[in-house]
């Protein structure tokens, strides 16, 4: 069964500091993967995505992430974190052409000043 | 211009009682959803349709019943709510291609049952 697993609940990170989420999936074939950022009482907004080619993705507000079949991870990257970054990041599977999305249990990312 | 909207934005109700949730998208997508958000952020989905055709249905109480009249349109009703209704419904609409859709979501109706 498809399956999308964020090992991590919570991270804090330092303004300015680089951060990096993590994303593993269970899927057969090569999955689509995704990732959205949920701001507290907002819907799912779409940071990147990856469906083939470059495995290195890159998305809005200067998040990049990086498909490895090897490891069947899809971490998410950035460099420098802003205060704005806080929110809870989701990773996605999607399927081929059967219109179903599994998401992972999402990450809550803190900010410090 | 908003993409994917939802209306009520916050619903507050008894027990036993019945509500309904609308959803509407402008994007010209062909596909819609409804995914329900836990209290511990775990999304789920519960029903697609696909030009008004139904063509996801997990494992959703038959107390939930939606309804496309449109492929514009997918609305959600529920009878006789229970306590453990509460949550997040988020409305999403994609458009079916030849590879993976992307999914746009709406802002969320926050159901609270009392």
């Known amino acids: 069964a498809q399956s999308v697993t964020q090992p991590d609940i919570h991270i804090t990170v330092s303004e300015g500091a680089s951060l990096e989420l993590r994303c593993n999936y269970s899927y057969g074939a090569t999955p689509y993967l995704f990732w959205y950022v949920q701001s507290p009482g907002q819907g799912l907004q779409l940071l990147l995505k990856?469906?083939?080619?470059?495995?290195l993705v890159q998305g809005i507000k200067g998040f990049e992430a990086e498909f490895k079949r090897s490891q069947s991870s899809f971490n998410l990257r950035k460099p420098s974190v802003h205060w704005s970054d806080a929110a809870e990041y989701f990773c996605?599977?999607?399927?081929?052409?059967?219109?179903?999305?599994?998401f992972g249990s999402g990450t809550k990312l803190n900010v410090k000043p | 211009d908003t993409a994917v909207s939802q209306t009520p934005k916050y619903l507050v109700t008894q027990m036993g009682n019945d509500k309904s949730i609308k959803c509407e998208q402008n994007l010209g997508h062909d596909t819609m959803y409804w995914y329900k958000q836990d209290s511990k952020k775990f999304l789920k989905i519960m029903f697609s349709y696909n030009n008004k055709e139904l063509i996801i249905n997990e494992t959703v109480p038959n107390r939930f019943s939606p309804k496309s009249p449109d492929k514009a349109h997918l609305n959600l009703h529920i009878n006789s709510l229970e306590l453990g209704d509460s949550a997040v419904y988020f409305c999403a609409s994609s458009h079916r291609d030849t590879g993976a859709n992307v999914l746009t979501f709406g802002a969320g109706s926050r159901l609270t049952v009392l």
């Open positions: 996605a599977v999607g399927l081929y052409n059967f219109n179903k999305f599994y």
């Open positions: 990856y469906f083939s080619g470059d495995t």
